[in-house]
């Protein structure tokens, strides 16, 4: 998942000038659980970050976290005039080498058009919330350390580097090792 | 990765400026807050001038305004002005020993991360650090 979203700060009043502002008030932006009627903009808004559209991808991603969630799985969408603008999908996982459970976010779109309108930050409040209410205290994402924006994003939002480190490992012919 | 005092006051500058935007704030102002000689802070000032960071007005009242965006522009931004980040991949590639090959890989993957947490924090995220750690102080 890829896209460029809004970054907020406690210093949102200090924006230059003439800087790039939000194009509308938050009050209007909704967040809610993912609907079947949702999804033909979620694969489109998809296929226009990434260039792919996975529509089976997406049906099978809906079963799992739209309607099979029992609370510890969510997909969410960012709604403004019947519009969805964005979506970010979370879980709780638990144990993962010994940590205790934690909310993992591992998609995050928004449309092009909605940057700067803190969709982001209310997708994220909104996927906070739930993971708070069934006790989870930490957040995590992973993103590739060239995705920059991303990665501001969720500095903005308060996140630092955590307690665990990725590693990865080319494996299968073409690995060299 | 270890920073030139050049980026360090680069770095110290920008966040100055980007606290009182829309103000022009005198070079001197800064030097004396940071305790480095004028001229010195004036060639760091010169370069964030061309890359379009800060702006500069001459005169009475004049001073240096930040210009760029805070929640776009990030650290590594500023440094990539200051510092040649790319020289330390070669010199480890063309290493004589294994040795010296093994620990370039490990300081490259040091340097990669540096990199990516530098590119990761917008002078707006900045300040709001700033703000937070200006609220813990005793």
Same mark, same amino acid.
């Given at each position: 998942?890829? %896209? +460029?979203?809004?970054?907020?700060?406690?210093?949102?009043?200090?924006?230059?000038?003439?800087?790039?502002?939000?194009?509308?008030?938050?009050?209007?932006?909704?967040?809610?659980?993912?609907?079947?009627?949702?999804?033909?903009?979620?694969? &489109?808004?998809? &296929?226009?970050?990434?260039?792919?559209? +996975?529509?089976?991808?997406?049906?099978?991603?809906?079963? =799992?976290?739209?309607?099979?969630?029992?609370?510890?799985?969510? @997909?969410?969408? &960012? $709604?403004?005039?019947?519009?969805?603008?964005? @979506?970010?999908?979370? #879980?709780?996982?638990?144990?993962?080498?010994?940590?205790?459970?934690?909310?993992?976010?591992?998609?995050?779109?928004?449309?092009?058009?909605?940057?700067?309108?803190?969709?982001?930050?209310?997708?994220?409040?909104?996927?906070?919330?739930?993971?708070? =209410?069934?006790?989870?205290? $930490?957040?995590?994402?992973?993103?590739?350390?060239?995705?920059?924006?991303?990665? %501001? @994003? @969720?500095? %903005?939002?308060?996140?630092?580097?955590?307690?665990?480190?990725?590693? #990865?490992?080319?494996?299968?012919?073409?690995?060299?090792? | 990765?270890?920073?030139?005092?050049?980026?360090?006051?680069?770095?110290?500058?920008?966040?100055?400026?980007?606290?009182?935007?829309?103000?022009?704030?005198?070079?001197?102002? /800064?030097?004396?807050?940071? *305790?480095?000689?004028?001229?010195?802070?004036?060639?760091?000032?010169?370069?964030?001038?061309?890359? *379009?960071?800060?702006?500069? /007005?001459?005169?009475? *009242?004049?001073?240096?305004?930040?210009?760029?965006?805070?929640?776009?522009?990030?650290?590594?931004? /500023?440094?990539?002005?200051?510092?040649?980040?790319?020289?330390?991949?070669?010199?480890?590639?063309?290493?004589?020993?294994?040795?010296?090959?093994?620990? *370039?890989?490990?300081?490259?993957?040091?340097?990669?991360?540096?990199?990516?947490?530098?590119?990761?924090?917008? /002078?707006?995220?900045?300040?709001?650090?700033?703000?937070?750690?200006?609220?813990?102080?005793?």
């Amino acid at each position: 998942m890829d %896209s +460029k979203l809004p970054q907020e700060g406690r210093r949102a009043a200090r924006r230059l000038p003439g800087a790039e502002r939000p194009a509308a008030v938050d009050e209007e932006v909704q967040v809610r659980p993912v609907r079947q009627a949702d999804l033909p903009e979620v694969i &489109a808004l998809d &296929a226009t970050v990434t260039g792919l559209h +996975k529509a089976d991808y997406w049906q099978r991603v809906y079963r =799992r976290y739209g309607i099979g969630g029992q609370g510890l799985r969510h @997909f969410l969408v &960012a $709604v403004q005039g019947g519009r969805v603008l964005g @979506f970010m999908i979370g #879980e709780v996982r638990d144990w993962e080498f010994g940590s205790p459970p934690c909310g993992w976010v591992f998609a995050i779109d928004v449309d092009p058009r909605a940057r700067q309108r803190r969709v982001g930050t209310h997708l994220l409040a909104a996927m906070r919330e739930r993971f708070e =209410r069934v006790g989870v205290r $930490v957040l995590r994402t992973m993103l590739a350390s060239d995705n920059q924006l991303l990665l %501001s @994003f @969720f500095r %903005s939002q308060g996140m630092t580097a955590g307690r665990l480190i990725p590693l #990865e490992l080319a494996i299968g012919p073409q690995s060299g090792e | 990765m270890k920073l030139q005092k050049n980026t360090e006051l680069a770095l110290y500058s920008v966040l100055e400026f980007a606290a009182r935007p829309g103000e022009h704030v005198p070079a001197a102002e /800064v030097a004396a807050k940071y *305790g480095e000689s004028l001229h010195h802070l004036a060639k760091v000032l010169s370069e964030l001038a061309r890359a *379009g960071i800060v702006d500069s /007005v001459r005169g009475v *009242g004049g001073g240096y305004r930040f210009a760029a965006n805070p929640r776009r522009l990030t650290l590594l931004d /500023v440094i990539r002005l200051f510092e040649d980040l790319g020289a330390a991949a070669p010199a480890a590639a063309e290493a004589a020993t294994p040795v010296d090959r093994a620990l *370039g890989q490990v300081l490259a993957e040091i340097d990669q991360i540096a990199q990516a947490t530098f590119g990761s924090i917008t /002078v707006a995220t900045m300040l709001g650090m700033v703000d937070r750690a200006a609220a813990r102080a005793p």
